[in-house]
């Protein structure tokens, strides 16, 4: 970018955030249900954190050149590449490529002003480390509330049948005090439900009082009563869960009464008279993923003022239901085809986003190299970790109370304490020689690279091969054995 606008305001995208990880800085991608990171330079850090968005690009050329000691010329040509680059990009610095983001420095057009950057908080003494994937210290938790339902979904993903002793509101409300000290900042919650959970209006303003969004979903018919005490606890958004109008099919999939589609219905639109921005999520099954009962949802919920996206979700193979159960209620090929095109030709009548997530294994992506140089980066023990409602610490809220992934209690042990334990270190910074010998991890050459790389789905492994072989490959991997469970949908 060779001219510049010198009296335009820029800002630091505030899809991005710039945390100190000890010995190199992150550059946090959050968007939506994207959550991406690469490591920068701490040069590239304090370069970007000058753009607040309260100041000219006169006035932080201006800056830059004082604080870096060099010429506004060249602090011209070292900001412009991250002005609206409309690309991914990479950028060599002291002999070493740094990834970018697009669209990293933006005009500041909603006249935001950034209260979270200081070059200061910043700078840091080498050595650095731009390698090593897990963080220092965690940035992201889920918090699984409960287990407890109003409803009984035939494809289920919680473990419903563990017993446990659940923390109490003090100690729940100590953690979240805990984790925002730390700098954690993403808390989220997930359950079970929310609207269950014994005061639960004291554990939300403590969170919002935090700036913690957590992504709060529902099941629940909530009364009029409980939606006027969640718009005092400062939240502004809620995901609710809706997979269909349909009372008879709501009924079996569900396990609710005939009476829950009219209460949802009448949540949804007190709700939106409420200003409260609405997720839809449907979990589809082969009775609900059909152009009639998609679009009896659309037709509804577009008659809402404040619904932002409505989320089509495929249901997967589930660790707590049976394999047989799930091959009876999986959607076909044809039927995504179909609500695919159906939903592509409604989206020009709509004012929200229509989302499309299939949760499906199919055999194609089974012992697959690309599939698997390609595969997303597990997060579990890399930046974040989930807490159990009863202050266990796992990797994983499918994988509950699995004793292979348990890393600490928070009744007995602080986070940072769990974090850096032998039990984390371990689990992460796996022994190959740890390995049984007839796994063919046992004997890769690419085991660091990809155990501590993009990491391995343990979920999907689990699910695979059963809990007793957490420790196979991946099943995308072109190493892997055949499964030992059909937990693909073709």
Known sequence: ??????????????????????????????????????????????LLSFFKGDKTMKDVVTEISNVFSISEQNAIKTISPFIENINNMGLEYNDKKFMFPKNILIENKNKIIRQDLDYKLYTINPPYNFERTRFSKPTATVFVINTSCVTDCIYCYANRKEKFNPLSTEKILSIIDEAHEIGITDFDITGGETFLQKDWEKILEKLHSYGFTSNLST?????????????KTGFQELQVSIDSFDPSLQKNNLQVSKSYIDKMKESLTYLDSKGINLIIKGTQTYDTLTTTNIGEVIDFIKHLKNVKRYMITVIGCSLYKSNDEYHKIKPSLKQINEILNFINKKSNEINFEITFDDQRVLKKELCNYTEFKNRSLCSGNINGFVILPDGKVTICEELYWNEHFLLGDLNQSSILEIWNSTKAMSLWDLNQKGFPKDNVCASCQDFDNCRKGKGVCWKMIVKGYGWENYLHPDPRCPKAPEMIYNICSD
């Open 1 to 46: 970018m060779e001219n510049i606008n010198l009296e335009k305001t820029v800002v630091l995208n505030p899809n991005y955030r710039l945390i100190n990880d000890t010995d190199r800085i992150i550059l946090i991608s959050d968007r939506g249900s994207q959550y991406l990171f690469s490591f920068i330079h701490p040069m590239h850090a304090i």
């Open 219 to 231: 099941k629940i018919p909530l009364s009029k009563e409980q939606i006027d005490k969640f718009t």
